[in-house]
C-alpha cells in the first residue's frame, strides 16, 4: 500500500508541476506569434497549456512549441521528475572562444549568487522569481557543456593546448613578469 500511496502522491505533484509550467509558458509567449509558428490555432494552443480546459498537449506539440519559442519551461517541469535537467546548445556555439565561456560562466554565477543574497530571507518565491532564477541556473548549465565541450574539441594532442593559451593571452589575460 506505501508504494500506490507514494505514487499517487509522485503523480500528484509532478502534475501540479506540469500545469503550473504550462501556466508559467502561457504567461510569459505570445500564443498568438507561437500558433502561428507550429501551424496551429491560438485559441487551442491556449486551451492546451490550461490546466481547466479538457484539451491535452501531445508530446508532438510540446516539442513543437518548445522548438519555436525557445522556452524549455513545460519540457523541464517534466524532466525534473525524472531527476533530468536540459541544457540548450546555441547553433552558433563553435564561434565563442575558451576565455570567452570561462567568463560567461563567472557571470553567470555571479548572477545566480546575486539572485540568492536577494531572496535569502524569503520563505517563499514568487513564479516570476522562481522562473527567472531556473532560467538563469539554465544558461549556466548551457554555458558549462559548451565549454566542456570546447575543452574537450581542443584538447586532443598538445597543439590544442598551445592553441587555449594564445586564445587566453591574445583576449587580454596578463602573463606573470609582464607588465
Do not use: Y
Not at 547553433?91 to 565563442?96: H, K, L, Y
Not at 563567472?106 to 535569502?120: F, I, P, Q, V, W
Request: charged share 20%; glycine share 6%.
Amino acid at each position: 500500500m506505501n508504494e500506490i500511496d507514494s505514487m499517487c502522491e509522485f503523480r500528484g505533484t509532478k502534475q501540479k508541476a506540469f500545469n503550473e509550467a504550462c501556466c508559467a509558458f502561457a504567461n510569459l509567449e505570445n500564443m498568438t506569434k507561437l500558433a502561428n509558428a507550429v501551424d496551429m490555432n491560438a485559441t487551442v494552443l491556449r486551451n492546451k497549456l490550461n490546466p481547466e480546459q479538457p484539451h491535452v498537449l501531445t508530446t508532438v506539440e510540446l516539442v513543437m512549441i518548445t522548438k519555436a519559442s525557445g522556452n524549455f519551461t513545460i519540457l523541464n517541469s517534466l524532466l525534473l521528475g525524472l531527476g533530468v535537467v536540459t541544457a540548450q546548445v546555441p547553433q552558433d556555439a563553435s564561434d565563442e572562444t575558451f576565455i570567452k565561456r570561462a567568463l560567461e560562466n563567472a557571470m553567470h554565477s555571479g548572477d545566480l549568487s546575486r539572485m540568492a543574497l536577494e531572496h535569502s530571507g524569503n520563505t517563499r518565491l514568487t513564479r516570476t522569481n522562481k522562473h527567472n532564477i531556473i532560467k538563469k541556473a539554465q544558461a549556466s548549465i548551457s554555458n558549462l557543456v559548451l565549454l566542456i565541450s570546447d575543452v574537450e574539441n581542443r584538447t586532443k594532442g598538445v597543439t590544442p593546448f598551445l592553441s587555449m593559451g594564445v586564445d587566453f593571452v591574445a583576449n587580454g589575460s596578463s602573463l606573470p613578469g609582464l607588465i
